[in-house]
């Protein structure tokens, strides 16, 4: 008897265990299938990709089709000018270029950014001979489909697939982490000190990262506020100054580099001093983000 109410009390406490340790589980879901049909050398837009803030493309196709196709993808920009222009179709820089395939897993990703793109499918059978250049259809075409009969057409079966939730949908999500920008700027150089800040870290660990680029060499640091004026009132002892900086580059041009913050350290500031004359007008870009929850915060 006190054997089986133990078994029992396990029992309940491993179930317990189990139900505590699920988590949403995510997967590629299918969507509805559409069918394309092809004429020999056409070429067809099929589906467009629109940015989302910070979250990368993620794009996956299952395509079947009768006759042999390349498929790749391109920036909607581009694609857009080539259906106005088909002389620039041979000029299409291609993503995740495949060819002479006629059933396909396709996948593509990006990073993060604000380009929108198309995935372009081009028929690769010949032209018939009495057409002086190839049709082009889909997105951003005069005509969203181009029916063709018979044994010409090549007929394209194309299904989606978009990232999602497949089980355990009814719980909270886990916060997302992402890259944040707090600073963007395209400046013109001159022999001055430049500052931005301050940023104040809300907690120990937290990351700066900074981008720059420039034609004249720079010292780029981490400091604070307290040692930018120093800086200020101080050029001539920047490197004295600069040597209480725990993360800090010399003779930068074009770098990327991350800096760890400490919480009671208080507001720092990024600081770029040109290292030598400035006897050009020329001009510098700066990136600074940091990595913070984007989605699914908990406060």
């Given at each position: 008897m006190r054997y089986t109410h133990w078994l029992t009390v396990f029992a309940l406490l491993i179930g317990l265990g189990s139900a505590h340790a699920q988590q949403k589980q995510y997967g590629w879901i299918s969507e509805d299938s559409d069918t394309f049909r092809m004429a020999p050398g056409a070429y067809n837009g099929i589906a467009v990709y629109n940015p989302h803030g910070w979250e990368g493309l993620r794009i996956r196709l299952d395509i079947t089709a009768r006759d042999p196709i390349m498929i790749g993808v391109v920036p909607l920009d581009d694609w857009n000018k080539a259906v106005e222009h088909r002389e620039l179709l041979d000029q299409l820089h291609y993503a995740c270029l495949t060819e002479g395939v006629t059933h396909l897993n396709f996948s593509c990703d990006f990073y993060s950014s604000m380009t929108s793109r198309v995935v372009v499918v081009r028929d690769l059978r010949h032209m018939e001979h009495h057409m002086d250049r190839p049709i082009v259809a889909g997105v951003g075409a005069p005509m969203a489909r181009m029916a063709f009969e018979g044994y010409v057409a090549n007929e394209l079966n194309v299904t989606p697939f978009h990232w999602g939730c497949t089980e355990y949908c009814d719980l909270p999500?886990?916060?997302?982490?992402?890259?944040?920008?707090?600073?963007?700027?395209?400046?013109?150089?001159?022999?001055?000190?430049?500052?931005?800040?301050?940023?104040?870290?809300?907690?120990?660990?937290?990351?700066?990262?900074?981008?720059?680029?420039?034609?004249?060499?720079?010292?780029?640091?981490?400091?604070?506020?307290?040692?930018?004026?120093?800086?200020?009132?101080?050029?001539?002892?920047?490197?004295?100054?600069?040597?209480?900086?725990?993360?800090?580059?010399?003779?930068?041009?074009?770098?990327?580099?991350?800096?760890?913050?400490?919480?009671?350290?208080?507001?720092?500031?990024?600081?770029?001093?040109?290292?030598?004359?400035?006897?050009?007008?020329?001009?510098?870009e700066i990136e600074i983000s940091t990595e913070k929850c984007v989605a699914n915060c908990v406060q």
């Open positions: 999500d886990p916060p997302r982490f992402g890259w944040v920008d707090l600073r963007r700027e395209k400046f013109e150089i001159t022999s001055s000190l430049k500052s931005y800040g301050p940023f104040t870290p809300e907690k120990d660990n937290d990351t700066l990262r900074i981008y720059v680029k420039t034609p004249f060499p720079m010292t780029v640091a981490v400091v604070s506020s307290s040692m930018v004026d120093e800086l200020y009132e101080n050029r001539d002892r920047a490197t004295d100054i600069l040597s209480r900086s725990s993360c800090k580059q010399y003779g930068v041009q074009k770098t990327s580099f991350d800096c760890t913050l400490q919480k009671d350290a208080g507001p720092q500031q990024v600081i770029l001093l040109p290292e030598g004359n400035i006897n050009k007008k020329k001009k510098a």
